[in-house]
C-alpha cells in the first residue's frame, strides 16, 4: 500500500521552462513534507519542506504547494536547469503523532533538463 | 565538514551469509536511520537511534536484520542468512536532534547471489 505516490516516473523540460513534479499522498496523518532530489550514486539531498499549517514555501528557484483538501503537492522549478537533473523524491511524516523521524518515500520522479 | 559516510560502497555475497554495513554520521548528530531502498522505490524507514539505543524498529523486515550503535555516533547493520530479497541499496541518515533535518550518506549497494 503505497502512501505516497509520484505517478510520474520521469518528465522531461527544457532549460528554462517550469518544472512541475506531482505527489500525492493517502495517510490523512501525514502533516510535514519534503523534497528530496538524488543524484546517481549519491544519497538523497534535501531540497526543501512545508508544513500542513502551510500551503506554500519557496527557496529560491524551488516552491512547494501543499493542497491539504487534495492531498496532493507539488514541486515548482523555476527556471530549470541541467544541473537540475536527477530524480526526486517526495516524502512524508507524522510530525504530531510522536514519529516525525520516519519519513515515508514516494518511488521517485527522473527529471531531466534539456540544454 | 565531512558528510555522512558508509562502508562498504559496494557488497556483494552469496545466499546465507552474513554481513554488515558501517555507518558513520555527520559529527555531534544524536540521531541516526536507516532505510533500505529497493529497485524502483523510494527509501523504506528501518530503524532509528538516539544516541545508543533503538527508539523505533518497526521497519526491520524480520529478525534476520540487527542493527547497534554501541557509542552512540558510528552504526553497524547486521544481516543474517541473507537472501536474495535482501539485495537493494542500504541508506543511512543522520540529525542533529530527531527533529531536524536528516542528511543522507551514499548508500551501501548490497547485491546477494
Known amino acids: 500500500d503505497q502512501q505516497v505516490k509520484q505517478n510520474s516516473p520521469s518528465l522531461s523540460v527544457q532549460e528554462g521552462r517550469i518544472s512541475i513534479l506531482n505527489c500525492d499522498y493517502t495517510?490523512?496523518?501525514?502533516?510535514?513534507f519534503l523534497w528530496y532530489k538524488k543524484y546517481p550514486a549519491e544519497g538523497p539531498t534535501f531540497l526543501i519542506s512545508?508544513?500542513?499549517?502551510?500551503d506554500k514555501n519557496e527557496d529560491g528557484r524551488f516552491t512547494v504547494f501543499l493542497n491539504k483538501s487534495a492531498k496532493h503537492l507539488s514541486l515548482h522549478i523555476v527556471p530549470s536547469q541541467p544541473g537540475d537533473s536527477a530524480v526526486y523524491f517526495c516524502?512524508?511524516?507524522?510530525?504530531?503523532?510522536?514519529?516525525?523521524?520516519?519519513?515515508?518515500f514516494g518511488k521517485g520522479t527522473l527529471l531531466t533538463v534539456n540544454p | 565538514g565531512a558528510g555522512v559516510s558508509q562502508t562498504p560502497s559496494n557488497k556483494v555475497t552469496e545466499k546465507g551469509k552474513y554481513v554488515e554495513l558501517r555507518c558513520d554520521p555527520i559529527?555531534?548528530?544524536?540521531?541516526l536511520y536507516w532505510y533500505r531502498q529497493s529497485l524502483g522505490q523510494g527509501p523504506e524507514f528501518l530503524i532509528y537511534?538516539?544516541?545508543?539505543?533503538?527508539?523505533?524498529d518497526s521497519g526491520l523486515p524480520n529478525d534476520r536484520f540487527f542493527a547497534v550503535r554501541p557509542e552512540g555516533s558510528v552504526s553497524t547493520l547486521k544481516i543474517q542468512r541473507t537472501e536474495r530479497g535482501d539485495s537493494a541499496v542500504y541508506l543511512c541518515?543522520?540529525?542533529?536532534?530527531?527533529?531536524?533535518?536528516?542528511?543522507f550518506g551514499p548508500g551501501t549497494r548490497l547485491l546477494v547471489l
Open positions: 541518515a543522520s540529525s542533529s536532534r530527531v527533529q531536524e533535518t536528516q542528511y
Open positions: 495517510n490523512s496523518m501525514f502533516d510535514y
Open positions: 512545508i508544513s500542513s499549517i502551510k
Open positions: 516524502a512524508a511524516s507524522d510530525d504530531s503523532g510522536g514519529s516525525n523521524y520516519k519519513l515515508t
Open positions: 559529527s555531534g548528530h544524536t540521531a
Open positions: 537511534f538516539q544516541g545508543t539505543g533503538a527508539a523505533d
